[in-house]
């Protein structure tokens, strides 16, 4: 089994910055694809980004041009580097993992079997 553990979040100033990691322990076996998701309270979780195993990132609208979302092989580590931050981006951020081998050509929660515990962001005025 993977298992993934979330930090880098906190408290932040609309307009500011914050970087979020996920290292990958347990189990890694083969690629997977590898994504970020959201959930604000009372609200459905709702996908932010995802990168395949070529390094290709496919954003929401919601965070396009703000967000990146990368990897480190080598450190088993997933990031998501988060700019000009807006309130609505406050929520509890999740890392994610699929399947081994997946093509990663969708980013509906079903599609990954594994998850963090969550980092906070929140956003303020």
């Known amino acids: 089994q993977v298992q993934l553990v979330e930090s880098g979040g906190g408290s932040v100033q609309a307009g500011g910055s914050l970087r979020l990691s996920c290292t990958a322990s347990?189990?890694?076996?083969?690629?997977?694809?590898m994504a970020w998701f959201r959930q604000a309270p009372g609200k459905e979780r709702a996908w932010v980004a995802r990168?395949?195993?070529?390094?290709?990132?496919i954003y929401a609208d919601s965070v396009k041009g703000r967000f990146a979302i990368s990897r480190d092989a080598g450190a088993n580590t997933l990031y998501l580097q988060m700019n000009s931050l807006k309130t609505e981006d406050t929520a509890m951020y999740y890392c994610?993992?699929?399947?081994?081998?997946?093509?990663?050509?969708?980013?509906?929660?079903?599609?990954?079997?594994?998850w963090g515990q969550g980092t906070q962001v929140t956003v303020s005025s």
């Open positions: 347990g189990y890694i076996g083969g690629w997977r694809c």
């Open positions: 990168i395949n195993r070529d390094g290709q990132s």
């Open positions: 994610a993992a699929s399947r081994e081998y997946d093509w990663c050509s969708g980013s509906r929660p079903e599609n990954f079997l594994y």
